[in-house]
């Protein structure tokens, strides 16, 4: 807890910003005038009860404007209105100051998140985590209003509280309220602190539940593919069951933390009545202390039924601020050196120098791979799947540091530099394109956010996109969808390709780029690849051969280690595994053909079949 308030302090009490800090200093004078207020205000009360019972003994050291009873009863109003006042200016003071808080942790926050590594993201829970971002920054307000707002205040009054009543009717009194007080917190404490429990375990069935709906509908076509909706529901369903049973729990347990609060309050409450009216009957108390004793209970027990319910929000406020602390405290798996100078490129060549990497000491994925691609040229890595195809482009981002080895842009190790300037000098085509739920111009000036719309529309020409687009009734502003499911696989990797051609960058990588296309839709595609790739240092990673026939070098890898490297014609005469792979695609696909021959035939006969005679 107190590591978390720690944490927080510093965004209330922010470095810079002299404005919030002032506020801070003001609303804390308000909160103590207000509660100076509070605890006066029943005096007016008992001054005024005196006077219509004809007691002025305890006033006549009052002004004489205020010994009147009517007097007095306006200046109890008027004392109550001014307290009301102070603390609205005081919450008002302070809006700022909670709100910056969010804001900027909320902005860290998620900063913080996009500069972790691949490996989180790749284990994460989007749902989860979202949930987890979410609470955090409610939590910070929940602190906000009441640690400071409502704990602090409740706190003075409790002292100024003591103090009268131990001043001014002795010692049994104030010993009869302690108790009450303390009773009255330890039984709000325990009880808070089971249902915390309970809450957390309400809390955790939310976040299942928000994880399962997220995953299921990000992959709608799939359940639908498989018809899995019922199983989908129910696995939905269970994890709502548990939170039910959860929220039932915290509403029952709510109602007899409140039985309990009750009990206790009225006891203490009850007896300090008993002993004023006794004291009223023998004379030394007058009608208006035995209406001030009962004024400063009822006043004080506003703050006690509330303190119950602003416990148990500060610890969950706290839990889930915890939550995002911890994200903040993890560690970037991938970091800048400290000065680490920019990327220079020139020309813009590559090379691996005896790189060694795995995700897990127990399962090495690359061993030893080394090779070059010379500026302007272009090198295709293929093999078998779990080779490490993919893994050499992971690492040509720097998404993760090898380790062992070197990885070289122009002579410089991508390790020594910052991460953000070797991205920028690398273009990528994924296999997988996913796409921004906005419009087309969005997704292809992603690529470069300060690219005009002549450059945007240049771009989609030459990834021989911009004719698809013009027929769109919104055409550059049509929306694509949630990671663009709007378009078809050839057009999302078109505007794929335009994004990287706004981008420009010196170094290209192809990962797979074609693989989950058809081969009519593969040959468009794989000439706006070309003119993509011309001139520029171009690293493809490839599943279908046939597609790299023309670079430069192949290097074949299997199991983490290159076998075999050379051009397509010598790795052919050579008659090894790339040899093979050659054989078995070629055939592959000569079947393919065959049976889509077939097909057309049979499509053919019927027709024949079904002509009239003498047509």
């Keep these: 807890m107190w590591r978390t308030l720690k944490s927080l302090w510093p965004y209330m009490w922010p470095e810079g910003r002299p404005d919030l800090r002032t506020r801070v200093v003001w609303a804390s004078v308000y909160l103590v005038l207000a509660k100076l207020l509070t605890v006066g205000i029943p005096y007016f009360f008992k001054w005024a009860t005196d006077a219509l019972d004809g007691a002025h003994t305890a006033q006549q050291w009052l002004p004489l404007i205020l010994t009147g009873a009517v007097t007095l009863v306006v200046a109890y109003n008027v004392a109550r209105i001014v307290s009301v006042a102070l603390n609205q200016l005081r919450d008002s003071l302070f809006a700022s100051v909670g709100q910056h808080a969010v804001r900027v942790l909320a902005f860290k926050t998620f900063v913080h998140m996009h500069?972790?590594?691949?490996?989180?993201?790749?284990?994460?829970?989007?749902?989860?985590?979202?949930?987890?971002?979410?609470?955090?920054?409610?939590?910070?307000?929940?602190?906000?209003?009441?640690?400071?707002?409502?704990?602090?205040?409740?706190?003075?009054?409790?002292?100024?509280?003591?103090?009268?009543?131990?001043?001014?009717?002795?010692?049994?009194?104030?010993?009869?309220?302690?108790?009450?007080?303390?009773?009255?917190?330890?039984?709000?404490?325990?009880?808070?602190?089971?249902?915390?429990?309970?809450?957390?375990?309400?809390?955790?069935?939310?976040?299942?539940?928000?994880?399962?709906?997220?995953?299921?509908?990000?992959?709608?076509?799939?359940?639908?593919?498989?018809?899995?909706?019922?199983?989908?529901?129910?696995r939905f369903d269970r994890s709502m069951a548990r939170y039910e049973k959860a929220a039932t729990q915290t509403w029952t347990s709510l109602g007899w933390l409140n039985f309990g609060q009750g009990v206790i309050f009225s006891a203490g409450m009850g007896l300090t009545m008993v002993m004023s009216a006794m004291e009223v009957r023998a004379g030394t108390q007058t009608l208006g202390d035995f209406v001030f004793i009962n004024a400063m209970l009822m006043q004080l027990s506003v703050p006690l039924n509330f303190i119950g319910f602003v416990y148990r929000e500060i610890r969950q406020g706290l839990t889930d601020m915890e939550e995002m602390f911890r994200l903040l405290r993890i560690r970037e798996e991938v970091r800048d050196r400290e000065g680490a100078p920019d990327l220079t490129v020139g020309q813009g060549s590559i090379?691996?120098?005896?790189?060694?990497?795995?995700?897990?000491?127990?399962?090495?994925?690359?061993?030893?791979?080394?090779?070059?691609?010379?500026?302007?040229?272009?090198?295709?890595?293929?093999?078998?799947?779990?080779?490490?195809?993919?893994?050499?482009?992971?690492?040509?981002?720097?998404?993760?540091?090898?380790?062992?080895?070197?990885?070289?842009?122009?002579?410089?190790?991508?390790?020594?530099?910052?991460?953000?300037?070797?991205?920028?000098?690398?273009?990528?085509?994924?296999?997988?394109?996913?796409?921004?739920?906005?419009?087309?111009?969005?997704?292809?000036?992603?690529?470069?956010?300060?690219?005009?719309?002549?450059?945007?529309?240049?771009?989609?020409?030459?990834?021989?996109?911009?004719?698809?687009?013009?027929?769109?009734?919104?055409?550059?502003?049509?929306?694509?969808?949630?990671?663009g499911l709007k378009l078809s696989g050839g057009e999302k990797q078109r505007v794929a390709i335009a994004r990287t051609i706004l981008k420009s960058p010196p170094i290209l990588v192809l990962d797979e780029a074609t693989s989950a296309l058809d081969t009519h839709t593969e040959q468009e595609i794989q000439s706006a690849l070309q003119l993509v790739s011309r001139q520029r240092t171009t690293l493809t990673i490839a599943h279908r051969l046939s597609t790299i026939v023309d670079a430069d070098e192949i290097i074949v890898l299997r199991a983490g280690t290159i076998v075999e490297r050379g051009s397509h014609r010598a790795l052919l005469a050579a008659g090894g595994l790339y040899a093979e792979m050659w054989t078995m695609q070629r055939e592959a696909s000569e079947a393919e053909e065959a049976l889509r021959r077939a097909r057309e035939a049979d499509a053919l006969g019927v027709i024949e079949r079904r002509r009239p005679a003498g047509v």
């Design 115 to 234: 500069q972790l590594s691949l490996r989180f993201h790749l284990e994460r829970r989007t749902g989860g985590l979202s949930r987890i971002i979410e609470r955090g920054t409610k939590g910070i307000e929940t602190i906000v209003r009441f640690t400071i707002l409502n704990s602090v205040p409740t706190l003075l009054e409790f002292a100024l509280t003591a103090a009268i009543f131990g001043f001014s009717y002795g010692w049994r009194y104030l010993a009869v309220v302690a108790v009450t007080v303390f009773a009255y917190g330890w039984f709000t404490i325990k009880a808070s602190d089971w249902r915390i429990a309970i809450r957390r375990e309400m809390n955790d069935s939310d976040t299942e539940a928000n994880t399962k709906a997220i995953d299921s509908l990000l992959n709608f076509e799939t359940v639908k593919y498989f018809g899995n909706e019922t199983m989908e529901a129910e």
């Design 351 to 483: 090379r691996f120098e005896d790189v060694h990497f795995s995700y897990d000491a127990d399962r090495p994925i690359l061993k030893g791979v080394s090779f070059e691609v010379p500026a302007g040229k272009s090198v295709a890595i293929v093999g078998p799947s779990g080779a490490g195809k993919s893994t050499i482009s992971r690492l040509l981002f720097r998404f993760y540091d090898v380790q062992s080895g070197r990885i070289m842009i122009d002579g410089q190790d991508i390790a020594t530099v910052r991460q953000a300037s070797v991205r920028a000098a690398i273009g990528i085509v994924p296999q997988d394109t996913v796409l921004f739920n906005d419009t087309i111009a969005y997704n292809i000036r992603y690529g470069r956010t300060e690219a005009a719309e002549d450059e945007v529309r240049r771009a989609a020409a030459l990834a021989q996109v911009a004719t698809f687009i013009e027929t769109l009734p919104e055409g550059y502003d049509t929306m694509v969808g949630e990671r």
